[in-house]
């Protein structure tokens, strides 16, 4: 089975930062898209982000500019999260798009507040 893990959450205050990693099982991202969601207590999951195989990011508009997904090696998938606001404290997952249907993880908290 497929296993997706995220870490890097955590507690930050607003305009604060936080670099979050998704680690998979096995070598994937140079086959599959790798996204990020959020969702935060009483909303839907929102979509953030992804990178393509070969490289290429998108982004939720309301994150340009201070949100970057990267990528290590095949197996590591990385989003630095800067100028972080307290509307985007969420649950942050990230998930492989594959031919079978999507993989998720199973989540990092983000707290931004004062």
């Known amino acids: 089975q497929v296993h997706l893990v995220e870490s890097g959450g955590g507690s930050v205050q607003p305009g604060g930062s936080l670099r979050l990693s998704c680690a998979a099982s096995?070598?994937?991202?140079?086959?599959?898209?790798v996204s990020w969601y959020r969702q935060a207590p009483g909303n839907q999951r929102e979509w953030v982000a992804t990178e393509t195989p070969n490289g290429n990011p998108n982004y939720l508009d309301s994150v340009k500019g201070r949100f970057t997904i990267s990528r290590d090696n095949d197996v590591t998938v990385h989003l630095q999260m800067n100028s972080l606001k307290p509307e985007e404290t969420a649950t942050y997952y990230c998930k492989i798009n594959s031919s079978l249907g999507g993989y998720w993880g199973q989540g990092t908290q983000v707290i931004v507040s004062s």
């Open positions: 096995e070598s994937m991202f140079d086959r599959w898209s």
